[in-house]
């Protein structure tokens, strides 16, 4: 079956501006969660999603929102963006995303921000 | 603060021998725990888990040990081959939020 795929791969955007990344989770899958990867601070939970409810939210900023739609698919939108914001964007799906659930990740976003 | 640390940022090991990455953790709620794998322009892939009732979990050459009372978990890679030269992510789940809180990760490369 396909795997969670993301839109698009790569972004450049200059500082001010917003971006909106897609993530397309497996089929059957209806939890969504974002993680933000960067060198310093390695993989960081952003939220999840979860029959298009937010269910989870991890510490980042309001700049950093999302929603999930009724097919699963989510997106996840950055305002304002700061040169910090510069990194890979991970989306993950599962059934539940509960307990022994295991998450199928995507292979990223790579956001660069000038 | 860190709840789930990975000390060794890398590791170099010869090919056919055991690859031990270590991973620590702070919260005692934690119930779960994964290795991942990552490869340069993929997203990390699932390789193992455990459970906190248990201690010992296997899968080929791979296996992962749980130290509860030390707040440890490794991962075993037996024999080690050229192919699993990656980055290794260790994963806890858990505690009061129930998403998956990540390691720094642990480059692996496996020489010939």
């Known amino acids: 079956k396909a795997g969670v795929t993301q839109t698009p791969r790569y972004l450049i955007k200059t500082r001010g501006q917003q971006v909106t990344l897609s993530c397309s989770p497996i089929?059957?899958?209806?939890?969504v969660s974002w993680y933000q990867q960067t060198p310093g601070q390695g993989l960081q939970f952003l939220f999840e999603?979860?029959?298009?409810?937010?269910?989870n939210k991890g510490n980042f900023p309001g700049r950093f929102s999302g929603r999930q739609f009724s097919n699963s698919r989510s997106e996840m939108n950055v305002s304002t963006l700061e040169l910090g914001d510069s990194a890979l964007y991970l989306c993950?799906?599962?059934?539940?995303?509960?307990?022994?659930?295991?998450?199928?990740f995507g292979p990223g976003t790579r956001l660069t921000v000038l | 603060d860190q709840q789930v640390k990975q000390n060794s940022p890398s590791l170099s090991v010869q090919e056919g021998r055991i690859s031990i990455l270590n991973c620590d953790y702070t919260?005692?709620?934690?119930?779960?725990f994964l290795w991942y794998k990552k490869y340069p322009a993929e997203g990390p892939t699932f390789l193992i888990s455990i459970s906190s009732i248990k201690d010992k979990n296997e899968d080929g050459r791979f296996t992962v040990f749980l130290n509860k009372s030390a707040k440890h978990l490794s991962l075993h890679i037996v024999p080690s081959q050229p192919g699993d030269s990656a980055v290794y992510f260790c994963?806890?789940?858990?505690?009061?939020?129930?998403?998956?809180?990540f390691g720094k990760g642990t480059k692996l490369s496996v020489k010939p």
């Open positions: 089929s059957g899958h209806r939890s």
């Open positions: 999603y979860f029959s298009e409810t937010q269910r």
């Open positions: 993950a799906s599962a059934r539940q995303g509960r307990g022994t659930d295991t998450q199928y």
């Open positions: 994963a806890a789940e858990g505690g009061s939020q129930g998403n998956l809180i």
């Open positions: 919260n005692s709620m934690f119930d779960y």
